[in-house]
Structures are given as C-alpha cells and as structure tokens.
C-alpha cells in the first residue's frame, strides 16, 4: 500500500483482505509519510494479519527493526544493498523481537550473491523487486526471480507490476510471496482485483485485468490517445504545456512523433515542404513567432491527410477552418485568420524550435486534445505513457470513492495535507 495517507490505506486493506490477500504491507511511502504510526494502526484495525513493514533499511539496522517490530510489524524489509553488518543486525534484532526479515534485492546488480549472501545472515525471505520508476521504463522481474529462486533455499517474493495476468507467471518463476499493489490499490473494485489475482496463483492460469499494462514504444501512441492532455501534464510535473495553442476541430486526439519546422510569418513554403517529408503517423510542430498572416489552410490539410499525417501543431495562423473542421483533421493553432502568406522559401525543417513556450526537439512526441497541446521528449515518452496512465488509474479510484458519496475535499485529505500557517 503506497498511499500516502493511513484513511485510504486502511480502507483498501478491508476490501483487498475481503478479497483473498494474505498479508498488508505499509508501503515505504506510506512509512514515510505517516511514519510508523500507520504500522501500528494496521496492527489495531487487523491485529491477526501479517503486516510487512516496508522500511527499506539501509543502515541502523537493529535499531530500525526494534521500533518497526514493537510498532506492530510482523515482516520488516532491508535492502540487498546494505552492508553484511546491516542485514545481520537485522536479522538478529528482528530474531530477539519475534519478527522475521525479507532483503530487497531492488537496483542489485548481482541478485544471486547477495540473495546467497542474505540466506548465509539468516535472513527469513529476499524479494525480487523492480522499481516502480523502472517499471515506467518497461522492466519487469521476471527473469531475474526465476534465477534467484533457483539459487537459494528460502522463500522467494517477487514484486513490480504484477497483476491478475502475470500472477501465475511469478508462480511459474518461483516465487512463493506474490506482492501486488497498483493492480489492487489503483482498482475501483480492490476485492475483486485481489480475488483475480488469488485465482490466477493458485489456478497457474492468467485472469484478464481491465487495469492498465505497463508499454513500450510500439504500444505507446495507443496509451497516449486513451490519457488526457492534463494526465500527461500532472505525469510531467505539471510541465510540457504548449501555452496558447488551441484546436481547431473539438473533441479530437492527436497523438505522435514530431517533425519540426522553422519559417518566418506568412512563408508557407518550409510547412508544405515538411508534409513530404512525413511518414504516417508524424505531426508538424511549426514556429512561426506566432505571428499573422496564416499559413496553413485546407490544401496544406488535404496534402497532409493523403501521407497519413496525424495532425499540425502551428504557432502562428491557420485557415480555412470550417474545410478543416469537416476534414476532421487533427489541426492546433495559437491564430486564425483568412489571409494567407507567400511561399518565399525561408525556415527550416528537423531543426530544434521555440513553438508555444516550449523548446521541440525531432523527434518528440506531441499530444493534443480539447485542453491544448503537450510535448513529450523523445526519450521519456514511453515513460511518461506509463506513468499519465498511473495518473488515470488513481483518479479512476478516487472518482468511484467521490461517486460513493465523499467529496473531493475528502478523499483528497485536504484538510490533512493543507499548509499550516
């Protein structure tokens, strides 16, 4: 449970247990956030479940484990990456307090030695564990576990992404602690995602999840059409606004790679040079200072539609918008206005731009809807998919809790988390 709040920790736990799960674990944003008094309400609301305290320990092991021990934790994690001291030190404490101790093996580069190593301290379980921010890159732990598991003796876990379609697959790879939590904490039914996922453990068989799957490039444009401009903004930290940019045609989606053009107000030549240069599926991103006269209308539109274009993205003017709009071409633009320019042949094409505020580089990606236009560097767009759709999935959970009759203001724990003054 990586909530940041112990109200909606608590209530997931409730739904997730009547579901089948078989022990809670107080994530390490959770810990931090409420400290270990969210281990010790855990304890008092479930006082005959397992509580794993995620604590990441990473040095003062024994002292670590004493307090998460008599806070009410049954299992207190250490990371693989301390030292042999520290992971001693954890496990001796957590032996004199009658807890036991899994190692992380997350961000080790030898799983398998340390997995080894943490077995000869005395270590009760080690954990196969992809990162979340990994995870946003497209990883998952599968491989590694599957060695891990077959080079020690004591129970393996595995974690990172996992769901009611790849449960069985961790079994298959031999873990024997299944650790799930966007799956569960992101779903608006958390009984039923955990019923799924036990179902799937102990049939070997896959079970179909509506919940989002983690993407990589080839999948991306599809994520990138299914969020919205602000999910993507708010995955961003609330960054890559193309400020002043509007579209032409309501309710459409444009999402792809860019090509960039440079031209000077009213030149239209390096825009209309840049349609044939365009493979299907691209967008023009065009600087023009955002200045009049236009230079874009419905033939550049039509030009546009026959390569396969997913849209234009203009800083400047356009016209001809009622042909565009019955086009249904995917056209954004800072101006309208019904004067066009001359082809001079100034600008040009593929080169880094200035367009909305916003530095474009070849190759980014651009998303557009009702909202504006965002851009997405080329290199994180597969991350930034992943993580808009994390941001979709939390407000999915929030909005059925709002839609149970709580209010924004509660279950967003404003009066909590407000700046005191």
């Known amino acids: 449970m990586d909530f940041v709040d112990i109200e909606r920790a608590i209530q997931v736990a409730e739904e997730a247990l009547a579901g ?34 995620d604590m990441k320990t990473m040095d003062a092991g024994r002292a670590e484990v004493e307090v998460a021990a008599k806070a009410g934790a049954n299992i207190i994690d250490v990371l693989g990456a301390a030292s042999d001291a520290t992971i001693r030190e954890c496990v001796e404490a957590a032996n004199n307090y009658g807890a036991r101790i899994v190692v ?38 599968f491989e590694r576990l599957k060695v891990v598991a077959n080079s020690v003796d004591i129970p393996v876990a595995v974690a990172g992404g996992i769901n009611s379609e790849t449960a069985a697959k961790a079994i298959e790879n031999g873990a024997s602690i299944v650790i799930v939590g966007g799956a569960i904490t992101k779903s608006t039914d958390a009984r039923r995602a955990a019923e799924e996922i036990k179902q799937a453990m102990l049939t070997g068989k896959a079970v179909a999840t509506n919940l989002f799957k983690r993407v990589d490039i080839d999948d991306v444009r599809d994520i990138l059409k299914r969020v919205s401009t602000a999910n993507i903004s708010d995955a961003m930290h609330r960054t890559g606004e193309m400020e002043g940019i509007r579209p032409i045609v309501p309710g459409i989606k444009l999402a792809g790679p860019v090509i960039t053009v440079r031209t000077f107000p009213g030149d239209w030549s390096k825009p209309i040079q840049a349609i044939d240069l365009a493979q299907p599926g691209d967008v023009l991103v065009i600087d023009v200072g955002g200045s009049y006269p236009a230079i874009w209308g419905e033939l550049a539109t039509h030009s546009a539609i026959q390569k396969g274009m997913e849209g234009v993205v203009i800083d400047g003017a356009i016209r001809d918008t009622p042909e565009i709009r019955a086009l249904g071409f995917a056209a954004f633009s ?24 916003r530095r474009v580089f070849p190759g980014d990606w651009a998303v557009g809807d009702d909202d504006g236009i965002v851009i997405i560097p080329k290199a994180k767009v597969v991350e930034v998919a992943n993580r808009a759709m994390d941001v979709l999935e939390k407000e ?14 509660k279950v967003g724990y404003l009066e909590k988390w407000d700046k005191k003054r």
Do not use: C
């Open 20 to 53: 089948g799960a078989d022990w809670l674990e107080a994530g390490t944003p959770l810990i931090k956030s409420e400290g270990l008094n969210a281990v010790r309400a855990l304890r008092q609301r479930f006082p005959q479940t397992t509580i794993v305290a």
């Open 104 to 141: 992380d093996m997350i961000e080790v580069r030898d799983p398998v030695e340390r997995a080894r190593a943490a077995e000869q301290a005395g270590a009760h379980y080690v954990s196969i564990h992809t990162a979340i921010d990994v995870q946003m890159r497209g990883g998952d732990p």
């Open 334 to 357: 800072r101006l309208i206005s019904p004067t066009a320019g001359e082809p001079k042949g100034f600008g040009e094409i593929n080169v880094p731009i200035t367009a909305g505020g």
């Open 396 to 409: 999915n959970r929030m909005r059925e809790e709002i839609e149970r009759g709580s209010t924004l203001s």
